[in-house]
Each structure stands twice: as C-alpha cells, then as structure tokens.
C-alpha cells in the first residue's frame, strides 16, 4: 500500500499563500493534488495543513485533509503527524510531494513506489542528472552523492563531488553530478522515527533536513528519474508555471 501526503503551509516567506494562489483557474496546490492522483501506485492522497483557509480552498477538491499543528519545524514532521493517525500497516509507503510542485510527473512517483517495493527499502528519494553549468553553483539545487549501491552518500548547497583534475568548466559534461529533487518515499514506522530524532551541526549549516537522517544512521536510497521539478517561489514562478500549462494546453 502507498499513500501520498502533500503537506502545505500557508506561511510562504518569498510568496504568500502560493499554495492557494490560481494557477490558470485553480489553486497550485489543487495542480499537485490532480497530478499525484494520475499515479498507478497510489491508494490514497491526503493534503496535510495547519490553516483553515486551506482546508476551505482544498475542499473544493477532496475530501481528505487533515489538519495538523501549526508547530512543526518541517514538512516531514507534518506528514509523520498524519501518518501516524494512520491505521495502516507499520510497513505501508508514505510519500512526501511538497505543496508547490504543480508539474510533479506520476510517473516519477509510481518509480519510487515500485523501487521501495522491489528492493524493500525504508527510506528513499529521487535525483535528477544536472545538464548546465549553472545548476553547479546554484546553492538553491541540492547536489547529491550516490554511491555505488545506489544510496546517498551526501546532500548539499555546493557543487559536489569535488573533480578535482578535470578544470570546471568540463564538469558538467562529465555527467557526474546529480541533483536531489524533494520528494521522498518511507515506510511509516521509519518515517515516525525520523519525526523524533534531534537536530545535527551538518544540518544546521547546510539547512539540509535529509543530512538529519544520514548523520543518525540512516540509509537513504536515490532513484534516478528524468522528472525536472519546477518549484513556485515568486510571483516570476508562477507566470513562467502558467505560460508553461498553456502551452501544454495547446499542444494537447
């Protein structure tokens, strides 16, 4: 069995209310919510909130919100908060898709899904192969690491791995760096015991909450997908998000 849980905060420092703001005549969080829907392995999809105003503009959608507390440090926090209200198999796939991602693929989901079913792993996420220069230096694309057996070795804000006898500017075409996208996989009783475990230095530094998890012992698996998120951050997102579903729109 596997549940998505779309946690959405309301509280958006860079863009207010993104989640509910209209994106070609429906809520963002509406777009995510209709995405995630279309994936073959996906029993249920759950919208998980701390404000009222949400639930209203959700409702108009579905059935199944659940309302949280508003002091959670995280979004993990927030879906270990419903899945734990869950009366579900302690082994049962928990997926994590962030509120702001209207062009979020199915069948990246339905990838991680069948992945964590196949292998029995308990903990895992997607990454993307990096393709320009840019994306290197760009500190608001998390790097991962993978390692040979497929598991993260490392997140972080740098561009990572280090090749250090090739000149930088021939990085990018030795295709060795990966990006992780935010969408995570857990089983239920893993994902409650990450809710509980402190805070660490590396984490702190990097703001990287995965880096939690790895310092703690933890084994997280990385699924490589072709999925490129496009995140709604600005006012300047959600204009090149809704350029983006017209010209969708007209080519279907």
């Known amino acids: 069995m596997a549940i998505v849980i779309i946690p959405a905060r309301l509280n958006s420092s860079r863009l207010p ?11 963002v969080l509406q777009h995510v919510y209709d995405r995630v829907r279309k994936s073959k392995s996906i029993d249920r999809v759950i919208i ?20 949280t507390s508003p002091h959670h440090p995280s ?29 979020i693929e199915p069948d990246a989901i339905d990838a ?9 792993w308990q903990l895992a996420t997607l990454i993307h192969r990096l393709t320009l220069p840019e994306q ?15 598991q993260a070795l490392y997140f972080s804000r740098a561009a990572i791995p280090f090749l250090r006898d090739i000149p930088f500017e021939q990085w ?14 857990f089983r239920k009783d893993v994902l409650l015991s990450l809710a509980g475990l402190p805070p660490v230095t590396i984490e702190m530094q990097e ?16 699924v490589e997908t072709t999925y490129e998120p496009i995140g709604i951050d600005t006012a300047e997102d959600l204009l090149a998000a809704s350029i983006r579903l017209r010209k969708a729109t007209h080519l279907h």
């Open 17 to 27: 209310e993104k989640v509910i703001l209209d994106l070609e005549g429906k809520p």
């Open 48 to 67: 998980a909130t701390d404000d009222e105003k949400v639930v209203r503009v959700a409702s108009g959608f579905t059935d199944q919100i659940v309302m």
């Open 75 to 103: 979004g993990t926090d927030r879906i270990a908060e419903v899945a734990g209200g869950l009366h579900v198999a302690s082994d049962t796939i928990i997926i994590n898709v962030q509120g702001d991602e209207p062009f």
């Open 112 to 120: 991680l899904v069948s992945e964590m079913t196949s292998h029995r």
């Open 136 to 150: 290197l230096v760009n500190p608001n694309l998390v790097k991962c690491v993978r390692g040979e057996k497929g």
């Open 172 to 185: 990018i075409d030795q295709q060795a760096h990966f990006r992780h996208i935010g969408v995570y996989g």
């Open 207 to 222: 703001k990287l909450e995965q880096l939690r998890w790895l310092s703690h012992g933890y084994t997280i698996h990385v």
